[in-house]
């Protein structure tokens, strides 16, 4: 790189353009991380919020009172639990109909695909208010057409999972789908051909050939489906009211909502916040490799 | 298995798939009996708009609808301009940092901004001090913290868009006369238009969809509420009118599948190629 004046130049130039960003991205989004972390050490409730008491440094005060509460670890046990379930039942519907999607003429495809555009495009409000009316205990339809009059699906702790999990992989598996399919229809078909030359089943052509070729795509979906199912709020919130009842439905993300804005621990809420961020980071770093295998470049 | 049964069993899954949706927009066109009988069927006879009245005159919704187009395409025009401007930097300047600043885009996109409520709502509390109209209880607020949240995928998608204007162009625009702004304004931004139009469809959907941040931002100012927020109230225990809630939720629903129809290629092909690679 050149320091001439026409490079001093393009710098100030480059200053000038980049500084809306830098000053956004900076101040809503660098700072509050910073700020998450420096919460997360006080005694923060609502005295100190209104000024009336003042404020008191614990240090790791509030992560050792987390990492000593059962219901704390009841929550993370469930949360990776409700994730798993998330990911496995996206992935597999995803992946299911992708294929199916490349064995159908292009209406049949098309009619699918808009049908899953329309699931994924769903807002996640209106998503979870539907699937809780189609469960209504009473004026549901599924109640209705099972026989199950005035069962709650809501109620049993279980079940109130499996139906948030049911409509967040009904909002997720479009992306997971789409992708795959792209995937599968960038394999050259002389590959394929080749397969079914030298004798290869279906079967064979799938698990040698396809899988190893879609490797590194499937490997993105999973962990872009860790992430998102790991953190879902909106769901869990909405069809649960705010976490299930006495909080067993609870996940990280409601659970560090509830501890800071209803109890009002704003700085336990924190902490949770900062678990939950070091866990994505984890994940995240997996995702960032898995990219640069599969020859994402900077 | 046979392609006549494949294709069968794609169009069964189809109609489950889009079942759901279907049963919002039957429910928000049947009448409140037919809503309100416990053997409910799959069509109706008397379709009918007072669902949506209600929604819109007695849950006040189109308040909020009116709410949520302001934050979304405040979020959407403020972010075009400021990722056009910041991916053009990227893209077309050699300056010190340029490489440090890359890897930090990537980095700032992975930060899970659910876990950032804490942080952010005593911001927005310190800058509803200083400005009152970007702080709690307003929209401002909301226009905030969704532009942060949209500005660093939007950057990185329109680098691509902007890399892919030969440089000869810019070369032949300055030897014709023009400053490099005008070069922006009058070649580069047309140029890049279509990567825009995708990314702003995003950030629309993003502000549009947000639950969290209208949540915690939004606690005492009911006439400022966003869609999200007033769906949710209005689902409560017992006595709940599935109608106009439907109806609602219709409302809500319809101006992303609208968004998500016309732009759905350059989506599809976007978000396979950001993965692909």
Partial sequence: MSTGPAARGQGRTAAAYLAPALLVLGALLVYPVYQLVVISFYDYGQEQVSGGAPLV?????????????????????????????????????????????????????????????????????????????????????????????????????????GLVAAEVVWCSFPFVMITLYAGIRAIPTEVLEAATLDGASAWRTARSVVVPLLRPLLIVVTIQSVIWDFKVFTQVYVMTNGGGIAGRNLVLNVFAYQQAFAASEYGLG????????????VVTVFYLRALKRSGEVL | MKRGVAEAITVVIAAVVAFPLFWMVLTAIKPTDEVLSTAPKPWTLRPTFSAFARALTVQDFGRYFVN????????????????????????????????????????????????????????????????PAFGLNHLGSLVLVHLAFS?????????????????????????????RFTFLRRVLFPLVAPGLVATSVLSFIHAWNDFLFAKTFIISAAENQTLPLALQVFVKPDQNDWGAIMAGSTLMTVPVLVFFVLVQRRLVSGLAGSVKG
């Fill in chain 1, 57 to 161: 440094f614990l240090g790791l005060g509030n992560y050792t009172a987390l990492l000593a509460s059962a219901r704390f670890w009841a929550v993370l046990g469930q949360t990776v639990g409700f994730a798993a379930v998330c990911v496995l039942g996206t992935l597999a519907v995803g992946a299911a109909l992708a294929v199916l999607a490349t064995r159908v003429r292009p209406w049949a495809r098309t009619t699918l695909f808009l049908a899953a555009l329309g699931a994924w495009a769903t807002p996640a409000v209106a998503g979870s208010t539907i699937w809780l009316f189609l469960f209504d205990a009473n004026l549901g339809l599924v109640n209705s057409v099972l026989g199950l009059d005035g069962f709650s699906w809501t109620y049993g702790k279980w079940s109130a999972f």
């Fill in chain 1, 270 to 281: 924190a902490a949770i916040g900062v678990v939950t961020t070091v866990v994505l980071l």
């Fill in chain 2, 68 to 131: 949520s187009v302001v934050v979304a395409l405040a979020v959407v025009g403020l972010s075009m301009l400021i990722a056009f401007l910041a991916a053009a930097a990227l893209t077309r300047l050699r300056f010190r940092g340029r490489a440090t600043m890359l890897v930090m885009l990537l980095v700032v996109q992975m930060v899970p901004v659910e876990a950032l409520t804490v942080p952010l709502f005593f911001l927005m509390r310190s800058v509803g001090d200083a400005v």
């Fill in chain 2, 151 to 179: 500005l660093p995928f939007s950057i990185w998608v329109l680098r691509g868009f902007v890399a892919a204007v030969p440089v000869e162009l810019e070369e032949a625009a300055t030897l014709d006369g023009a400053s």
